[in-house]
């Protein structure tokens, strides 16, 4: 009963169109939004290190050949939701937001002891922003100074339904795929007025649907050493793909015209790989760091090929004290991360970079080998400076998740 409340509960969350994405970043104006790596709660809370992991009470959507490492007997079902606080300052002022969201929702299980499977709903980016420039110049038709007020908006997001197989076709080797449908709409206008009539106002906007297919292939080779130690090297690869994208672009001048453009130019997503390495010791600690490149900077949108390559490191480390333990904080899961990652378009002609620090801790619902666990975790990050022309963007975010694990094929004696 269990598990087909659990199997319900996640159809009808990918029924949902995508997710409902809030957000108030400024930075979310340039190409696709802000870019989320894949990843689930126990990544999240480990700096976004997933290449090499393995585990076994846990899904990790960030490799697909992690699959393989789930238990033969458990079906494993995860959501988690986020909030964050953010604030954004430049030379002259300072603003603080709040936003909240649904992060993931993934679902795992084995077919056989050699084949996993995994799917889910991830988001792949997000837009959101609601922000004005003022600036003042003089004039010679005015007999003084001229005014002008610019207003940008965007919303939206594009998410990423998946499916996945693991496969170990040998001793310590696992291979797997995702293939992901890219859908979800971003809306993105400006509007320009001035403090005089001789000068008209004009308003923009760009729109963009996207619908679309891509796959990411992943590989984890397993090294065995002594007492109960392993170093696990794990690699992913995502194709560039083009996009099937229904663009449009509207133009409107006051009291002249209004022009509709559909743009039928490239929309595309770049190709990117991966490596990781994790070191572990028995069930008990994972130590692991991440390095990927996307090749941005040979995506086309809206028929320029104005991005820049983005890279990003990630370091974490998990540790489980005691498993079976009878003290309860001795089976928690305590968890630290850090990630460096620079943005993949330049403003005032260099890119911005983004720090961050984060913390999370696993909470089991009961004693056993395969528990519910609740996942919580921290995330302070930093992007941008307030100098120049630049806002400075300081957040704070919470995640708070659960991993259900159920047994399946389990004989239970009757009381």
Sequence with gaps: MKKGFLLLSFLMGLAFPSFAQNTSSPYTRYGYGSLVDAGAGLSKSMGGVSLGLRPKKFINPGNPASYTAVDS????????????????????????????????????????RWLGVSAGLLPYSYVGYDFYQSEEQPSTMTNGSLKARYDYKGEGGVSQAYFGLGISPFKNM????????????????????????????????????????????????EIGLEDEK??????????????????????????????????????ETPMMVGVGVVYGISERMNFGIDYKRQNWSDVEFFGEKKFVDRNKVAAGAEMLPNNSSKRYFERVHYRLGLSYSNSYYKMNGSQLDEYSFSAGMGFPLKKGMNPTVINFSFEYGNMGAASGNKVREQYCKFTLGATINERWFAKRKIE
């Design 174 to 221: 696992s291979i797997g795929a995702n293939f992901v449908y890219n859908f979800g709409d971003i809306e993105h206008s400006s509007d320009v007025s001035f403090s005089t009539a001789a000068f008209r106002s004009m308003y923009q906007k760009k729109k963009i649907s996207v619908s679309d297919f891509n796959w990411t292939a992943g590989a984890q080779y």
């Design 73 to 112: 007997m458990t079906f494993r079902f995860e959501l988690g939701v986020e909030a964050k606080i953010s604030t954004y300052s430049d030379k002259a002022a300072n603003q603080t937001t709040f936003d909240a969201n649904l992060s993931y929702m993934a679902m795992q299980f084995p077919i056989t």
């Design 230 to 267: 392993s170093l696990t090297v794990g690699v992913i690869f995502e194709p560039k793909s083009k996009m099937n994208v229904n663009a449009a672009q509207e133009i409107y001048v006051s009291d002249v015209d209004t022009v509709n453009i559909d743009n039928e130019d490239g929309f």
